[in-house]
């Protein structure tokens, strides 16, 4: 089983809609947990940085971390063609990445169609 | 400014060479990686350097070997190229790798194919 599962899509949606993508992981020590967005050849972009469980929103974005269920999700309102990208869950030990770096999620393709 | 700068963006180049990858850093962070990205997209994580120090090296070939000049620099020699090296390559930094109010910023990537 690896470490974090995420569902690799693609995942499409007409413009406007509420976007869900989710990860669930197996090392319950994990305690920082972040959302990256990904353009076709770039690097990863960090959009949501949250600690334990709980929600943190920013925008149009809201993270949601379920720490006694191992689930992390990320819900995008009113999305955006624009918001067409490959997201990545990421997790780690220490709020800087730890000695091991951050652990990812494969990344899910999303698709907002206008 | 770019924040974490990769060069070159892009290499080709034929099995059984040797190569350098050169990554740079202006935020002024202590601590630099070198992360795999795959055919399936998948990232990983290579090396960690923290102050120019190597504080974790995963279970990479040793074809593979970092150097990092000082704490903004960490480059990447891979030696004797093999057609599974084929991917692209990112480095990222973070203020330090323990305690930050930041996780990690990555660069642009280098894509690296073999022929």
């Known amino acids: 089983q690896k470490e974090v599962e995420q569902d690799p899509g693609p995942l499409s949606v007409p413009e406007g809609a509420i976007v869900s993508l989710n990860c669930t992981y197996s090392?319950?020590?994990?305690?920082?947990f972040m959302w990256y967005r990904q353009y076709s050849r770039k690097g990863p972009e960090l959009l949501m940085y949250t600690y334990s469980s709980g929600n943190k929103e920013d925008g149009r974005f809201t993270a949601q971390v379920d720490k006694s269920s191992k689930y992390i999700s990320l819900f995008i309102r009113d999305s955006q063609p624009s918001d067409s990208a490959t997201y990545l869950c990421?997790?780690?030990?220490?709020?800087?990445?730890?000695?091991?770096?951050?652990?990812f999620g494969k990344g899910t393709h999303l698709i907002i169609q206008p | 400014d770019t924040a974490v700068s990769q060069t070159p963006k892009y290499l080709v180049t034929q099995m059984g060479n040797d190569k350098s990858i050169k990554c740079e850093q202006n935020l002024g962070h202590d601590t630099m990686y070198w992360y795999k990205q795959d055919s399936k997209k998948f990232l990983k994580i290579m090396f960690s350097?923290?102050?120019?120090?190597?504080?974790i090296n995963e279970t990479v070939p040793n074809r593979f070997s970092p150097k990092s000049p000082d704490k903004a620099h960490l480059n990447l020699h891979i030696n004797s190229l093999e057609l599974g090296d084929s991917a692209v390559y990112f480095c990222a930094s973070s203020h330090s790798y323990r305690f930050s109010n930041q996780p990690q910023h990555f660069g642009d990537g280098t894509r690296l194919s073999i022929l």
């Open positions: 990421a997790m780690s030990l220490y709020s800087g990445g730890g000695a091991d770096g951050l652990t």
């Open positions: 350097y923290n102050n120019k120090e190597l504080i």
């Open positions: 090392n319950s020590a994990f305690q920082y």
